[in-house]
T-cell receptor, first 113, second 114 residues
Framework: SQQGEEDPQALSIQEGENATMNCSYKTSINNLQWYRQNSGRGLVHLILIRSNEREKHSGRLRVTLDTSKKSSSLLITASRAADTASYFCATDEVGGGGNKLTFGTGTQLKVEL | EPEVTQTPSHQVTQMGQEVILRCVPISNHLYFYWYRQILGQKVEFLVSFYNNEISEKSEIFDDQFSVERPDGSNFTLKIRSTKLEDSAMYFC????????????FGSGTRLTVV
């Protein structure tokens, strides 16, 4: 089984709607990060939530973390066509030495006009 | 905003050839990484580098791979004898204080082995 699994795998919404993506993981973590990847491009860091935090906001982004369920969600409010991208969660695992991130499978978000 | 720069953006090479992928991390960052993403798959960790040595590497990072920081600015990934399955997008990343903070990724090098 994989450390980071996200659902849904793909999500299609209308502009102005909210988009929610979920991430589940298996090990204890120091923090969980969300990244966006536009098609064929690099990864852009969106937000980081530490294991002792439950919720964090950044602009139109809201991230929650439930360490008891080993899950996180990313909510994008009032979506725009420019939000169309793949979104990945990534975890910094306890005992991992802080040397790497383990990425999830990603959610492909399409925001239609 | 500071960027991580990767060159080339696309490299095509013949199987068995050596390739060097280049990266210029953000100047005051101390931790450097290589990840790869095979088309349609997850982003996979290859190697982390700190204080002029490898701090961790994955099973993928076998003897065919090596990394170097030849001067104060460049960080390179060398694949000695490329295989078809090395075809992927290779991403360089850097941070100031390891995975406790968000990474800055480069735009990637698409490596195609033919």
């Amino acid at each position: 089984s994989q450390q980071g699994e996200e659902d849904p795998q793909a999500l299609s919404i209308q502009e102005g709607e909210n988009a929610t993506m979920n991430c589940s993981y298996k090990t204890s973590i120091n923090n969980l990060q969300w990244y966006r990847q536009n098609s064929g491009r690099g990864l852009v860091h969106l937000i980081l939530i530490r294991s002792n935090e439950r919720e964090k906001h950044s602009g139109r982004l809201r991230v929650t973390l439930d360490t008891s369920k080993k899950s996180s969600s990313l909510l994008i409010t009032a979506s725009r066509a420019a939000d169309t991208a793949s979104y990945f969660c990534a975890t910094d695992e306890v005992g991992g030495g802080g040397n790497k991130l383990t990425f999830g499978t990603g959610t492909q978000l399409k925001v239609e006009l | 905003e500071p960027e991580v720069t990767q060159t080339p953006s696309h490299q095509v090479t013949q199987m068995g050839q050596e390739v060097i992928l280049r990266c210029v991390p953000i100047s005051n960052h101390l931790y450097f990484y290589w990840y790869r993403q095979i088309l349609g798959q997850k982003v996979e960790f290859l190697v982390s580098f700190y204080n002029n040595e490898i701090s961790e590497k994955s099973e993928i990072f076998d003897d065919q791979f090596s990394v170097e920081r030849p001067d104060g600015s460049n960080f390179t990934l060398k694949i000695r004898s490329t295989k078809l399955e090395d075809s992927a997008m290779y991403f360089c990343a850097s941070t100031y204080q390891g995975a406790r903070y968000g990474y800055t990724f480069g735009s990637g090098t698409r490596l195609t082995v033919v």
